[in-house]
């Protein structure tokens, strides 16, 4: 009984994080890849890989949960998940194969300073327009290979950058964060088998404590996620992604100081 409560105990922070990540992620569509790979780098002080492969592992499970929610809350615009998936694997896997063999990371202060730009354009679009104007996006196809790619390669970042950039281009604010939150669901899938045939399936095995906390925190959270993003109104939601961004980038730039 004493391991088992010192096991729920040394899980418990694990969970925190995980319920909080995903809250956010799934209602904005953004930030559980960039808040637990930030901990798991900075704190726990795991590899760049060990700890991309980690939380990309885990966000097999809530993902798939978060995705199943937004479905049902009617989230998601199908004929652009199909224009978004398959282009975001081909980044995602590019993405963890490099990560594998050579640091890619040097390049996210940069993106991260480019998501502030466009985190502060979104926050006065959302202060200025009562009614976000509403229009299909078209640049699809390079952005999800870019997102793609930058989420394995740099640890987080399918949603800020595809989720922001759309809204940019117009996108139905609900939908844009219901079909991102989605389309993650098959990119981080073919990241984690990637990065398995790349690091070893051993890796994950390695860090079981953290993943199961973060998978049942982020597992919970899910459904509520997605019931937020269909009852709160666009202008709120563009208002909430564009400080998520803001805070999230900014932070990571600052981070990243002596290297930019």
Known sequence: ????????????????????????????????????????????????????????????????ASG????????????????????????????????SNIDASVARPFVMLYLTGIGIYL?????????????????????????GFLDAAGGGGWGPVVTSNLLVQGGDTRKVIGTVNTTEFLVTSSITIAFALSLGAEVFSQYLNIAAGLIVGGVIAA???????????????????SLVLIVTSAYNVYKAWPII
């Open 223 to 241: 459904p509520f996620g997605a019931r937020i993003t269909a009852k709160v109104q666009p202008r709120t939601l563009l208002f909430a992604v």
């Open 1 to 64: 009984m004493p391991d088992i409560t010192q096991f729920l105990i040394a899980l418990a922070p694990f969970i925190a994080i995980g319920f909080a990540a995903q809250m956010i992620d799934g209602a904005l569509g953004m930030a559980f890849g960039v808040i637990t790979q930030t901990m798991l780098v900075s704190v726990m002080g795991l590899p760049p890989a060990v700890a991309s492969a980690s939380v990309h592992g885990v966000e097999m499970f809530t993902t798939a």
């Open 68 to 99: 199943t929610s937004h479905i049902v809350h009617r989230n998601i615009d199908w004929g652009l998940l199909r224009r978004l998936a398959p282009f975001g694997i081909i980044g995602g896997v590019a993405g963890a194969t490099v990560l």
């Open 123 to 147: 926050l006065i679009k959302a202060v200025r327009q009562l009614t976000p104007h509403v229009a299909d996006p078209k640049f699809t196809a390079p952005l999800a290979v870019a997102g």
